[in-house]
């Protein structure tokens, strides 16, 4: 369902910006009822539960919100007894300091008892949040009007979030006010491929370690083998006794299997 209640600061990041291809609004299946009932059809027959995913990274507040307009836009349809269940997909930032926990659970008690329905929600990125990081080294650091480093790493087959979306990945160590600043960038022939500008305390080497920090979800999963570049191995670092284990190594035979 798309409840038409725009709060996302970023149109890509927005299910519900105008002309948005994610959900229905209720003039569209008003719509779509109307001609299903010439033909003796109802185009919600079979559907048990609905659905919508429209806050990215948001407060109770914003999710109260939206639940305002869902109500006011779906609300006979949240009564029909064929509707049993209903997911508020993700974007919840559950687990952020201060987010409002007490409103959230009046907010799922309350839908629950005025539609007779279960709700569910999708926590997904609030429950893995900083929790994976992207070793890279240093290949080499050329000037061109400023100082660049080449990683060995790539924004746009590793971390296409920085390119596509209004996205800047944490590098440890780096500082707004160092001294030292580098234009950071990966192999490919991709002339965009740029990860950004950062600053440093000291200045970099060749051979030194960066670490990308948030890299466990989104990131993980749109990596690519672009211009034949590995995709990162994964680890798993176990802190109580100093262990690193390898998880998966790429393979030259797995680049050639995901061509042919």
């Not at 995913?53 to 029909?80: P, V």
């Not at 160092?178 to 500008?197: F, S």
Request: charged share 25%; glycine share 10%; net charge negative.
């Amino acid at each position: 369902m798309n409840p038409e209640c725009s709060l996302g600061k970023v149109a890509i990041y927005d299910p519900c910006a105008p002309g948005s291809r994610l959900g229905i609004t209720a003039r569209e299946l008003e719509r779509q009822r109307r001609n299903h009932e010439a033909r003796g059809v109802d185009p919600l027959e079979g559907i048990s539960e609905i659905h919508f995913h429209t806050l990215c990274e948001d407060s109770a507040e914003a999710l109260e919100e939206t639940l305002q307009a869902l109500e006011a836009r779906f609300g006979e349809l949240l009564k029909s007894p064929a509707i049993r269940s209903l997911n508020m997909g993700g974007g919840h930032h559950i687990t952020k300091p201060d987010y409002n926990r007490a409103l959230l659970e009046n907010l799922i008690t309350g839908l629950g008892h005025r539609y007779n329905l279960d709700v569910l929600l999708e926590p997904g990125e609030a429950a893995v949040i900083h929790t994976g990081i992207l070793v890279t080294t240093v290949l080499d650091l050329p000037r061109n009007g400023l100082p660049l480093a080449i990683l060995d790493t790539s924004a746009t087959a590793h971390m296409p979030d920085t390119l596509e979306m209004p996205y800047r990945a944490e590098v440890w160590g780096s500082t707004s006010g160092g001294p030292h600043h580098y234009r950071l960038g990966g192999q490919t022939c991709l002339a965009g491929d740029v990860i950004g500008d950062y600053a440093f305390a000291e200045p970099l080497q060749r051979g030194d370690r960066l670490v990308f920090d948030d890299m466990s979800h989104y990131t993980m999963v749109k990596t690519t083998s672009f211009n034949g570049m590995p995709l990162p191995a994964i680890a798993l670092w176990d802190s109580s006794d100093q262990t690193l284990e390898v998880v998966r190594l790429p393979r030259y035979e797995d680049f050639r299997a995901r061509l042919g």
